[in-house]
């Protein structure tokens, strides 16, 4: 199988391993679930060597990826996207509901991407990628490494906790004024803390709230298992709501608010606010 992609590792300073720099270097595995893919099937191999997750890149190395793709329909996703915040590292936009940030899905945010954002004019310009995840239905904002670079840094940044992410969410029933929630997800500790912002009484639903969230880990669905673990359901949570107070065909009022973070790059720091969707303001008034 001959490589189909390759790459030169320049001089590194210390040891890396491979699967946190490879994050971004090969266009056919961008992400970094991909790449552990790759490694798991075989398909990269360091100075001719097959890699693994244990492999260490020290700097000089030649890289390759020899994956069998399936074949390109040329197609490109038209669909246009709000656009926060670009520069040459890294993008912010705003996802709608209805739409996978990324998979194997050909309507996904990822394939959007190169049709609303520029090139960057970087060396190591590469497709832009996501580097966090929203769920389908969730609303809100995503940063976008545009680099191979930034795609690497701003993932380290996610998992050394360095971006702060807040959230804002419409519940069911009655709630604290402000909480922090605790639990064990797929076997790991997670946590979230939560603040009410508003309240109103509903017929249907006994009482709505309007609550800010701060998750401090980032487990698959975390806000929406936590409020649902403490009684209060997000509205419109087909999966983790109470049976007889499903709201059917509105959407999941979960909304992805603001990100806070120190540019990898330009070190200045970084506070991206998406504003609540009308649907929010049209059950809260006080926020029009």
């Not at 720099?21 to 191999?45: M, P, R």
């Not at 709000?82 to 912010?92: I, P, R």
């Not at 976008?144 to 795609?151: E, F, M």
């Not at 969230?213 to 009684?231: E, V």
């Amino acid at each position: 199988m001959n490589p189909s992609e390759i790459h030169i590792v320049p001089k590194q300073s210390t040891p890396i391993r491979l699967q946190e720099y490879g994050v971004g270097i090969f266009e056919a595995v961008s992400t970094k679930s991909a790449l552990k893919k790759a490694l798991k099937k075989k398909y990269i191999k360091v100075n001719e060597v097959i890699a693994t997750t244990a492999t260490f890149i020290n700097g000089g190395e030649c890289i390759s990826l020899s994956v069998i793709e399936e074949p390109s329909t040329n197609k490109k996703l038209v669909f246009p996207l709000q656009v926060l915040f670009e520069d040459d590292y890294l993008a912010v936009i705003h996802k709608p509901a209805g739409i996978l940030v990324s998979g194997n899905s050909f309507k996904t945010i990822a394939h959007a991407l190169p049709q609303n954002l520029r090139k960057s004019n970087l060396p190591d310009a590469t497709t832009p990628q996501p580097v966090h995840r929203l769920d389908f239905a969730t609303t809100g904002i995503l940063l976008i490494g545009k680099t191979n670079q930034s795609i690497r840094a701003l993932n380290k940044l996610f998992e050394n906790k360095s971006v702060k992410k807040t959230y804002y969410a419409i519940t069911i029933g009655e709630m604290e004024e402000r909480g922090e929630i605790i639990s064990a997800i797929d076997g790991k500790k997670s946590q979230s803390n939560y603040t009410l912002c508003d309240s109103v009484p509903s017929e249907r639903f006994g009482r709505l709230n309007l609550v800010e969230l701060g998750p401090r880990t980032g487990r698959r669905h975390q806000l929406r298992k936590h409020l649902s673990h403490i009684g209060n359901p997000i509205l419109g949570d087909k999966e983790y709501g109470i049976e007889n107070l499903i709201l059917n065909g509105k959407g999941l009022y979960l909304h992805a608010y603001s990100l806070k973070f120190i540019h990898p790059f330009t070190h200045g720091e970084m506070h991206f606010k998406d504003g609540l969707p009308q649907r929010f303001k049209k059950i809260f008034h006080t926020l029009q």
